[in-house]
């Protein structure tokens, strides 16, 4: 299958068949696979997008495998008009995204089972399918509304060009702890919890629909956190995809695909460095984050990692310091600090390095709460510690980004959370 399918927003939540009894629900599950294999074998997407309708429309108890499609006998008494356009757009979407020549197969089938006098909408709701946003479509087929502006959000979503956004840094720098602050919600594994020598790709997805994706030698289209902590033995490769809808205090609609490589100095695995070292030399990104430990910079891990990126990678990059709100007072300065690793960077061969402090936890925290997502006892301590000490003027790391990214401060008290912790600033830097 294709990774770019999980970019895709799904349209199920709005899906009027949701909405009926548990039978017709059935009847309509079982008529959507008869089409969808009717196609012959399908590849991965489309068989766990038909598990995922099954999931979802019926229930995950129900055994779409057991069904006889090949009987249509109890269906043809009962043709769902009232879904046709529901069957055919569903039918093209699992099977056939992004090929319309091939969906005109679908649509064909479709035709025969409800009769040539449907042909001339039936091909008007399969042009639509493969087209860009049309009101004179939405004014005859009006009910369609909700699904297509999905469909359509979708197709200009995918048409944009994407941009890579390589994340580095040494073990314990809170590497993943960022990537889960960048998407708002938990999504990788974090210190303390054993990670693989894989690269992750996380990208954000057209729209939130509430659902996870992850491709790791299985696909999962609703995987839940355990799925995602929880590493495929199976899968040879070394690489693992997620998608997922990037959330922020504003919708993150940019076409983005967050690398996440493993951490370099890893005693335990050596292997980790030789794959982040080949995707730093091999693999196309059109920014780099150079994550750094504020508590320990310029150790000699640090620097052996920075000579390497610098004599084999060529880009654009930001280097951000994170951890410096564990500073206690007179323990050491933000801007002290910023100023010596701009130095130490410059040692190592970087010209005008671009330096920014951040708080991954703080924007990590900041944004589950934001979205009402579950917090242990610990993290709501830590959330009441961040709070507090990111209003201190020494610690709003905001200031520390050109003036011109974010303006003003919010009364809001996990706005202005997220704000002082640097990450809606660094958003603003890397979405743009």
Known sequence: MKPEMLQVQQYLNVHPILGKNEGLRKKYVVLLKFFVEKQGRGDLWSKQMLKLYSDKIVGEGFELGKEKTKD?????????????YYLLTDCLFIRYFDDKKKGQKIVEDIIEFYGERYRKKLEIVYEAFYSTESDSFLKSFAELKDVYTIIWNNRSFKAQPLKKIMITANMSAGKSTLLNALAGKKINKTQGEACTAKLHYLYNKAGEDGLNYELDHDLELDASVETLMTDN????????????????????????????????????????????????????????IYLINGEEPARDDDIKHLKYVKNNY??????LVNRLDRYRKNEGSVKNTLNNIVGDLEKVGFQKPVVYPVSAYAGYLGKMALFSESLSEDELDELDFVKRKLKKDDYSYDKFYPLTIVEGASSDELEELLLHSGILSLEKIIYQ
């Open 314 to 319: 060529d880009g654009d990059i930001i280097f």
């Open 72 to 84: 249509l006998n109890i269906i043809e008494q009962f043709k769902f008009f009232k879904y046709r």
């Open 233 to 288: 033995s199976e899968n040879d490769s070394t690489d693992i995809i997620v998608g997922t809808r990037f959330r922020s205090i504003g919708e993150i609609d940019a076409h983005i695909c967050i690398i996440d490589t493993p951490g370099v100095n890893s005693a335990m695995n050596k292997s980790h460095r030789k794959i982040t070292n080949e995707a730093i030399k091999n693999v196309d990104c059109d920014l780099m």
